[in-house]
Nanobody
Framework: QVQLVESGGGLVQAGGSLSVSCVAS????????MGWFRQGPGKEREFVAT????????YYTDSVKGRFTISRDNAKKTVYLQMNSLKAEDTAVYYC?????????????????WGQGTQVTVSS
């Protein structure tokens, strides 16, 4: 059983930066694709970023391109999301997810394991 635990959320002013991380236990992290999704107040869960098993491929949703960076450390079984130039509309609960197939994935249904989420609030 794979467990994912996010951390690093919090309150930040618009224009600021925040990094969230997700540590995995169980399973074989180094073979999984990892993704970040978010769900803002009153909104559906949406894709943010994904990274392939070896870090060689990344994709981002258009609204965060150039501001967010996804990375991973397979030795630490951790995936990171560095968020810069934050905007009020980035306010959401951020979830990490793991996909057994290994290739970077954009759709929530392609992921097998999910964390509980961490709250990111950007004040304007």
């Amino acid at each position: 059983q794979v467990q994912l635990v996010e951390s690093g959320g919090g309150l930040v002013q618009a224009g600021g930066s925040l990094s969230v991380s997700c540590v995995a236990s169980g399973g074989t992290f180094s073979t999984y694709a990892m993704g970040w999704f978010r769900q803002g107040p009153g909104k559906e869960r949406e894709f943010v970023a994904t990274i392939s098993w070896n870090g060689g491929t990344t994709y981002y949703t258009d609204s965060v391109k150039g501001r967010f960076t996804i990375s991973r450390d397979n030795a630490k079984k951790t995936v990171y999301l560095q968020m810069n130039s934050l905007k009020a509309e980035d306010t959401a609960v951020y979830y990490c997810a793991a996909g057994r197939t290994g290739r970077a994935r954009l759709n929530a249904y392609e992921y097998d394991y999910w964390g509980q989420g961490t709250q990111v609030t950007v004040s304007s």
